[in-house]
């Protein structure tokens, strides 16, 4: 006899209850979706972006479609559905983005889950930068940098305080000063024995960062190979932060996706259409460096810069461990189809 087809569907508040607001469950997720990419166990279709009024529109103001399978020993198919628009917060009180994560059962194909995505894409993006640092910055680092103060900001360095102990300072740095001033509140609460700096200019706050988090929402580069102090970590999240020489003097570039990150428009495809970077110069992917197949860091001094266009398997990886734990503690609302 057939069951009826259903599907859970989990707010962000369930996701919260289920551990989805602490970086552990996504630190372990993403690994595994690294892992799983550069093994080829995956399928990852170029993501399509939906934007409306394209040519008088912001950069961050777009809907994107993010399918992925993810193999393994429990494999499942997904989508991310996420809209952003720059001006939510300003204009609407809203946070920039939302969306939904629809799983798949890959045997029948059925959905079976439906989720709010819009925490489990800033934890996610936040793990990959925790990921990274653990291999490409320098073990004994302190002092982090953040450009942009918003919820994504909010995320990555919640993220690193709970995964490196050892840090001591925190540069911010957002034209939005009353932005800065509340992400240094929220985070002198969350760890008073850590110093929060408001720099006063970009520049200021990079120069200080071991380890250097973009989170902004800029369409133009403003940040210059010599403001990076020798042995920078930099986790290029918000992509277009830094200026095209930073590509081609670091010692090493890694990216999640060499194809995801040399699509049109990308900085890495304006210096490969330029001749100036290729496959070849590239380091890594960073699955490669989980799995040893590449190097991570190999000397203090190395300068390296991380830049992620952000997966898919990472956000169906996240989901489906999230999702695992629900149907577990009986969390979340049955809906049938």
């Not at 080829?40 to 409306?52: A, I, M």
């Not at 006063?200 to 210059?224: F, N």
């Amino acid at each position: 006899m057939s069951t009826q087809p259903s599907i859970l569907y989990l707010s962000k508040s369930d996701i919260a209850h289920l551990g989805g607001d602490s970086s552990d469950l996504y630190v372990t997720a993403v690994s595994r979706a690294l892992e799983l990419h550069a093994k080829g166990d995956f399928v990852q279709p170029l993501k399509p972006y939906l934007r409306v009024n394209e040519a008088n529109g912001h950069i961050a103001d777009r809907i994107i479609a993010m399918p992925a399978y993810v193999g393994g020993e429990a494999p499942v198919s997904g989508l991310k559905w996420i809209g952003s628009k720059h001006d939510n917060p300003s204009k609407r009180g809203l946070e920039r983005a939302s969306g939904l994560i629809i799983l798949n059962d890959p045997v029948s194909n059925y959905p079976i889950a439906v989720m709010e995505t819009s925490l489990i894409s800033a934890m996610r993006t936040a793990a990959v930068t925790v990921i990274g640092a653990r291999y490409l910055a320098k073990k004994d680092f302190q002092t982090v940098a953040c450009m942009g103060c918003g919820v994504i900001a909010s995320t990555q360095l919640r993220s690193m305080l709970e995964q490196f102990p050892q840090i001591t300072s925190i540069y911010l740095f957002d034209l939005n000063s009353d932005a800065a001033r509340r992400l240094a509140d929220q985070l002198r609460e969350k760890a008073p024995a850590v110093e929060v700096v408001i720099a006063t200019s970009a520049e200021q706050a990079v120069r200080a960062g071991e380890v250097v988090i973009t989170c902004t929402v800029v369409d133009q580069p403003y940040i210059p190979f010599e403001w990076l102090q020798k042995g920078a970590f930099v986790s290029n999240i918000s992509i277009m932060d830094v200026h095209k020489e930073v590509f081609l003097k670091a010692d090493k570039v890694v990216v999640d996706d060499w194809d995801q990150s040399n699509r049109e428009k990308k900085v890495i495809n304006q210096l490969v259409l330029e001749g100036t970077f290729s496959r070849e110069q590239l380091h890594a992917e960073l699955g490669e460096i989980l799995l040893g197949k590449k190097a991570g860091r190999e000397s203090a001094e190395e300068i390296i810069l991380l830049n992620p266009m952000g997966m898919a398997v990472e956000d169906i990886s996240s989901a489906y461990e999230i999702y695992q734990k629900a149907v577990a503690e009986n969390v979340g609302t049955r809906l049938p189809l």
